[in-house]
């Protein structure tokens, strides 16, 4: 058994299922509440669609840590990682780089999801403060940027490090 | 975030989009101004109400209207089964209604209230057949206990303790089933109200501890059961009763009940919306709908009061004094 790719193989999982659970159940709740305030002014859908959307990001975030690790790993270049005890090492850093993305995607897309949803409701009653409410939500996807930035540069840096300390 | 709230998007969407018709402060003055009842009933009209056939029964387009919100509630909760204890009241009213109708010749369709959990004509039919095991618990025992009672003493009273009681009874037990904060703090209040209510009238024609001990409902958690029927044992049962309300939350409500019980009510109505308010604002979870449907009821009783001031040429000062408190 090759410890290190499964290891790795899970961590690079683990980012892409967090997140993209939390982006599709956020982007479904915002959907579904802007639904009755489409149904009553359908000129509304414009300024909520970028509400539904921002939630989704988180998705693609872990889609991105996921695609780099599997590139990191060898998985997709057919030179994958060595089932040896350093292996293995270099299999469980990957799943920790992965770690800030998975965790951090999962809590900020279901949080900036609630954050749009009172977006929607003020859209509804005011709906020339759209842009307040569309800066309230991209407020909170700083958060998904630090954590997408934090696991972009670990994910990036384990095979040269790992490299270093073998020479 | 709790996974069960987030099934609320939609619902609590879907209200506060509603919510948005509601009527105001400002529309409740202009509903005051309108020169007749016709006129009252046209702006009701323009704001999309539906109206019945014959627009000179205000019960009947109130009905529709409440009906109306309560289905939007029905409809669009992942869950409807926790606002029932919202309609309960009436429920109970009907079976209430329809009993005493019954006995009495009386038209019992004019007297049901709607919305209701068990379909009025459901709660007719069993009533007229004498067939209450039609009916669900606990309606079906109390019906047929009512009903005996009736029959045999003609106890009008007692029957209405039996039931008032046991209403206020399963509507802390439900209450208190939803597991919704809210929905227990609306009810502690409305249920407490009620037995202070009952408390000082049963003291101010005269009946003792042992009417109280019938009458009042348990489970409170701001009013002690056992204080009230002590009052009614005590030397100046009056004074005993104003002492221990002074000393309990509704102590800035009870100097209304010597003055005016209507003014009593209405600071219950208002107590209980200002509790709604924060929902406005939420974006997830039960509380809203809460508020939404409370809210409308709020904005209906508002209206029942000038329709009925505008069939009866009421003073518009008097009037303005009992409007209660709206959700804006």
Redesign the interface.
Same mark, same amino acid.
């Given at each position: 058994m090759n410890w290190g790719m499964l290891l790795a193989l899970f961590g690079a999982g683990l980012a892409v299922t967090m997140n993209c659970f939390a982006s599709s !159940?956020g982007v479904g709740?915002?959907a579904?509440?802007? @639904? %009755?305030?489409i149904?009553?002014d359908s000129s509304k859908f414009g300024k909520l669609l970028v509400l539904m959307l921002l939630p989704g990001s988180q998705g693609l975030y872990g889609l991105v840590i996921s695609i780099i690790t599997l590139t990191q790993i060898g998985i997709l270049s057919g030179d994958p990682i060595p089932s040896t005890s350093a292996g293995v090492v270099r299999g469980a850093l990957f799943l920790i780089a992965c770690l800030p993305m998975a965790f951090g995607g999962l809590a900020s897309a &279901? &949080?900036q999801a609630?954050v749009a949803?009172?977006g929607?409701?003020l859209i @509804?009653?005011r709906p020339q403060d759209s842009g307040k409410a569309v800066t309230s939500a991209s407020l909170v996807e700083l958060y998904a940027l630090l954590s997408l930035v934090t696991s972009l540069l670990m994910v990036v840096s384990i095979n040269g490090t790992m490299s270093k300390l073998a020479g | 975030?709790g996974a069960s709230i987030?099934k609320y998007?939609?619902a609590? @969407?879907?209200a506060?989009?509603y919510e !948005?018709n509601f009527f105001r402060k400002s529309d409740m003055d202009k509903l005051l101004a309108a020169p007749s009842y016709e006129a009252v009933v046209a702006i009701l009209q323009e704001r999309g109400w539906t109206m019945p056939e014959d627009t000179r029964d205000s019960g009947k387009i109130l009905d529709l209207e409440l009906s109306r919100a309560w289905a939007w509630v029905q409809l669009s909760a992942p869950d409807p089964s926790i606002f029932r204890v919202l309609i309960l009241r009436n429920d109970f009213h009907n079976l209430k209604a329809g009993i005493k109708c019954l006995l009495s010749d009386f038209d019992v369709d004019a007297q049901f209230c709607k919305p209701a959990s068990i379909d009025p004509s459901v709660m007719k039919e069993a009533i007229e057949n004498h067939a209450f095991n039609q009916l669900p618990a606990p309606f079906a025992e109390l019906g047929q206990e009512v009903y005996d009672l009736l029959v045999r003493t003609g106890d009008g009273q007692m029957a209405d303790i039996l039931i008032d009681r046991k209403c206020l009874d399963e509507i802390t037990k439900e209450a208190a089933a939803s597991g919704v904060d809210l929905l227990k703090e609306e009810m502690e209040i409305y249920t407490a109200t009620c037995n202070i209510k009952t408390a000082f009238r049963a003291i101010k024609t005269g009946k003792d501890g042992a009417f109280l001990e019938k009458a009042l409902s348990t489970g409170n958690k701001t009013i002690s059961r056992e204080k009230l029927i002590a009052c009614a044992g005590a030397e100046k049962k009056m004074d005993e009763l104003y002492a221990y309300l002074a000393t309990t939350s509704y102590s800035s409500g009870t100097k209304y009940l010597s003055s005016s019980p209507a003014e009593f009510e209405k600071w219950v109505d208002d107590q209980m919306l200002s509790l709604l308010l924060p929902t406005k604002?939420s %974006? &997830?979870g039960p509380e809203p709908l809460i508020g939404f449907y409370l809210g409308k009821e709020a904005e209906i009783r508002n209206i029942r009061i000038i329709l009925a001031a505008k069939q009866n040429n009421l003073p518009l000062d008097v009037v303005a004094g009992r409007l209660r408190r709206l959700y804006e």
């Amino acid at each position: 058994m090759n410890w290190g790719m499964l290891l790795a193989l899970f961590g690079a999982g683990l980012a892409v299922t967090m997140n993209c659970f939390a982006s599709s !159940k956020g982007v479904g709740m915002v959907a579904e509440a802007a @639904s %009755p305030v489409i149904a009553e002014d359908s000129s509304k859908f414009g300024k909520l669609l970028v509400l539904m959307l921002l939630p989704g990001s988180q998705g693609l975030y872990g889609l991105v840590i996921s695609i780099i690790t599997l590139t990191q790993i060898g998985i997709l270049s057919g030179d994958p990682i060595p089932s040896t005890s350093a292996g293995v090492v270099r299999g469980a850093l990957f799943l920790i780089a992965c770690l800030p993305m998975a965790f951090g995607g999962l809590a900020s897309a &279901l &949080l900036q999801a609630r954050v749009a949803l009172t977006g929607v409701q003020l859209i @509804s009653k005011r709906p020339q403060d759209s842009g307040k409410a569309v800066t309230s939500a991209s407020l909170v996807e700083l958060y998904a940027l630090l954590s997408l930035v934090t696991s972009l540069l670990m994910v990036v840096s384990i095979n040269g490090t790992m490299s270093k300390l073998a020479g | 975030m709790g996974a069960s709230i987030t099934k609320y998007a939609y619902a609590v @969407s879907g209200a506060h989009v509603y919510e !948005k018709n509601f009527f105001r402060k400002s529309d409740m003055d202009k509903l005051l101004a309108a020169p007749s009842y016709e006129a009252v009933v046209a702006i009701l009209q323009e704001r999309g109400w539906t109206m019945p056939e014959d627009t000179r029964d205000s019960g009947k387009i109130l009905d529709l209207e409440l009906s109306r919100a309560w289905a939007w509630v029905q409809l669009s909760a992942p869950d409807p089964s926790i606002f029932r204890v919202l309609i309960l009241r009436n429920d109970f009213h009907n079976l209430k209604a329809g009993i005493k109708c019954l006995l009495s010749d009386f038209d019992v369709d004019a007297q049901f209230c709607k919305p209701a959990s068990i379909d009025p004509s459901v709660m007719k039919e069993a009533i007229e057949n004498h067939a209450f095991n039609q009916l669900p618990a606990p309606f079906a025992e109390l019906g047929q206990e009512v009903y005996d009672l009736l029959v045999r003493t003609g106890d009008g009273q007692m029957a209405d303790i039996l039931i008032d009681r046991k209403c206020l009874d399963e509507i802390t037990k439900e209450a208190a089933a939803s597991g919704v904060d809210l929905l227990k703090e609306e009810m502690e209040i409305y249920t407490a109200t009620c037995n202070i209510k009952t408390a000082f009238r049963a003291i101010k024609t005269g009946k003792d501890g042992a009417f109280l001990e019938k009458a009042l409902s348990t489970g409170n958690k701001t009013i002690s059961r056992e204080k009230l029927i002590a009052c009614a044992g005590a030397e100046k049962k009056m004074d005993e009763l104003y002492a221990y309300l002074a000393t309990t939350s509704y102590s800035s409500g009870t100097k209304y009940l010597s003055s005016s019980p209507a003014e009593f009510e209405k600071w219950v109505d208002d107590q209980m919306l200002s509790l709604l308010l924060p929902t406005k604002y939420s %974006p &997830l979870g039960p509380e809203p709908l809460i508020g939404f449907y409370l809210g409308k009821e709020a904005e209906i009783r508002n209206i029942r009061i000038i329709l009925a001031a505008k069939q009866n040429n009421l003073p518009l000062d008097v009037v303005a004094g009992r409007l209660r408190r709206l959700y804006e």
